[in-house]
């Protein structure tokens, strides 16, 4: 493998804008740092305007699908959805940290599932926190279970995670054969995700909960915001069944939720519009635009190239190693243009149906390693920052070297052993 001058040089960007990303200098946003890193490789000319313009477009899906999640989120928190859910959750715990605990996985698990994990992130997040308060307890404990359940349940379905249909592209497997390959790694992956954070956060799950005994309604806004959550979830199960594209649905349920709302309300949108975090948008645009430059300086075609020699020299391991190695890449840059390198490398290499599975496990359960790993942790941050609340990188990272690599190698060699 060769790497000319134009490959170090947009190594060295990609480099400079991820490290912007994970550690926030003068504390601008993450959106800042991506974002110059793309103007720098247009301006350096190892992007045309032209391949630049193709790249943001690329993600067309991918931000409509955010923007239908962010006004869901922010619909059912300014209608008090989520005080009514922490008041539930704060009840059925019963005064146990533990079994609060517990609770907090099990819906975190349903809704990454069957919304996707960065609805864990935007939409379950707040709720969270606010059960937190509300038991009178430490937050980060339990913030901690919306984080790695977001990218542990990631590859369950196939709408689980944007990332999965990213990698896949036109070729996502059948829903059948799906299940079949995946079920297995992802009960274990949760399963010891689950082991590994609860024995990791242990301290912080002493005591007693306080008591939410106060009894409440929900108002005519958190029910239709609630119904809105409800249908977006079938509309994506069914969209998913179809093989059709997730993203715009996603944004009209989001849109008709808010209108029916704010129609409801007799009320103006802005409040609303104003509450999401539309700087995750550009954030998504300039990674795009960074693996297009990896793209056209050639990084790609090396990278397949490498893959194939693998793949003839090492047979067995090679769907192991790839899907660590997009695990560590993952983390390095995050994981959507990891899952877009991933992408574009298995469409030159051709490789093994295993080895392609490898990767998407690598690409889903591998972010749980940093802050910065995947978008729907990078939604998590935000979601936990309007809340009053900061994980630094190192804090972080003490928590996911304990839990990610025991989950990302027992789903990869479980992977191995089954068929298909």
Not at 197 to 211: I, S, T, Y
Request: charged share 10%; aromatic share 8%; glycine share 10%.
């Amino acid at each position: 493998m060769q790497f000319s001058t134009a490959h170090l040089v947009t190594w060295g960007i990609a480099g400079l804008a991820t490290a912007g990303v994970i550690i926030r200098p003068f504390g601008w946003p993450e959106a800042i740092w991506a974002v110059a890193g793309a103007v720098l490789l247009v301006a350096t000319g190892l992007v045309s305007v032209q391949g630049a313009g193709a790249a943001v477009g690329m993600g067309s899906d991918v931000y409509l699908f955010l923007i239908g999640m962010m006004l869901l989120s922010e619909t059912a928190r300014r209608e008090g959805l989520f005080d009514h859910v922490a008041g539930i959750a704060v009840r059925y715990a019963r005064s146990s940290p533990q079994r609060l605990f517990g609770l907090i996985y099990l819906v975190g698990i349903v809704v990454t599932v069957f919304l996707s994990n960065d609805a864990t992130a935007v939409v379950l997040t707040p709720a969270v926190y606010e059960a937190a308060k509300r038991a009178k307890r430490e937050p980060l404990p339990y913030l901690f279970v919306c984080a790695f359940i977001a990218n542990a349940a990631s590859f369950v379905l196939p709408i689980s995670n944007p990332a999965n249909i990213v990698l896949y592209g036109d070729h996502t497997p059948a829903l059948a054969q799906w299940v079949g390959r995946f079920a297995l790694p992802s009960i274990l992956a949760i399963g010891a995700t689950y082991a590994l954070l609860r024995w990791v956060e242990r301290d912080g799950l002493v005591g007693k909960c306080a008591d939410d005994t106060e009894s409440r309604h929900l108002s005519s806004g958190a029910w239709t915001a609630l119904i809105g959550i409800g249908l977006t979830a079938l509309v994506l199960l069914s969209v998913s069944a179809l093989d059709w594209q997730l993203g715009l649905p996603t944004a009209i349920m989001g849109g008709l939720t808010v209108g029916v709302v704010v129609l409801r309300g007799r009320a103006m949108p802005w409040p609303i519009l104003k509450g999401v975090s539309w700087g995750v948008l550009p954030l998504v645009a300039g990674l795009f635009v960074l693996v297009q430059g990896l793209t056209t300086t050639g990084v790609i075609a090396n990278l397949a190239c490498a893959m194939q020699h693998s793949i003839q020299r090492l047979p067995a391991v090679t769907p192991f190693l790839s899907g660590g190695l997009i695990g560590i890449l993952s983390n390095l840059m995050n994981n959507l243009p990891a899952g877009l390198i991933a992408r574009a490398t298995v469409e030159a290499s051709h490789p093994p149906q295993t080895v392609v599975d490898g990767l998407l496990i690598g690409v889903d359960l591998g972010p749980n390693l940093s802050v910065t790993g995947s978008l729907a942790t990078i939604l998590w941050l935000g979601a936990i920052r309007r809340e009053g609340e900061n994980v630094g990188f190192w804090r972080f990272l003490k928590v996911g070297m304990v839990v990610m690599p025991p989950a990302l190698a027992l789903a990869l060699a479980t992977r191995l052993l089954l068929p298909g």
